[in-house]
């Protein structure tokens, strides 16, 4: 018997497509805190990929512990505040590493949109404007333990010229579909083998 489950799949939209290929970026961070991706894409073709990692070969946080069993963070060890923790975190963020990837392939990202799994912080954000990105779409608020700066990010980042600032979420149906896809071999058959004989002639 044939295989019809796909007649009553709906496919991702493209927002969820590569919000999803932003997630699947994700899967790549080294860093302890939260892990976060990021994909740049231009006429529905994705430029450059990031993910939120130290730079290639140095030192990253992920495997490592402190004495007391807790996942090791740099910036926490180094008991940095709120204010300057990125001076001291060993991750470059998605976005950085997004535009870096590109830089270092020579791709153009000029007026191309991202797709990030946390919405950028402010140095990102000035990072994605410089780089002439007008469309910024996240799914997740930034949020930390200082309250002010973050409703500071969020006035300022409406002077930085982005044409689209927009959340975007994943549908249950996608989810659904997309674990569905992972948790299996991808490419099964919806449809039974036709005989090229039987095909001709009905053709």
């Not at 990125?86 to 590493?97: G, V």
């Not at 946390?118 to 410089?130: D, N, W």
């Not at 674990?179 to 083998?193: A, D, G, H, I, K």
Request: glycine letters at 6%.
């Amino acid at each position: 018997m044939e295989n019809t489950d796909f007649e009553e799949r709906t496919r991702p939209s493209w927002d969820e497509y590569f919000m999803a290929m932003a997630k699947l970026a994700s899967s790549r961070s080294t860093c302890n805190s939260r892990p976060t991706g990021a994909v740049i894409v231009r006429d529905k073709h994705v430029l450059a990929t990031g993910y939120n990692g130290a730079p290639p070969g140095a030192p990253h946080c992920l495997g490592e512990f402190t004495e007391d069993g807790v996942p090791y963070c740099h910036s926490r060890y180094m008991k940095a505040d709120e204010g300057s923790k990125f001076d001291f975190c060993r991750a470059t963020h998605a976005e950085a590493n997004a535009i870096a990837q590109a830089a270092r392939m020579g791709i153009s990202i000029d007026g191309a949109w991202i797709y990030t799994t946390l919405s950028p912080c402010h140095t990102c954000m000035k990072l994605l404007a410089g780089a002439g990105l007008k469309h910024i779409y996240y799914e997740r608020d930034y949020d930390s333990s200082d309250k002010q700066r973050d409703a500071y990010w969020n006035e300022v980042r409406k002077e930085y010229g982005f044409a689209v600032y927009k959340r975007v979420l994943l549908s249950g149906n996608t989810l659904d579909f997309l674990l569905q896809s992972l948790s299996s071999v991808t490419s099964e058959r919806r449809l039974m083998p036709r005989s090229f004989e039987k095909y001709r002639a009905n053709a």
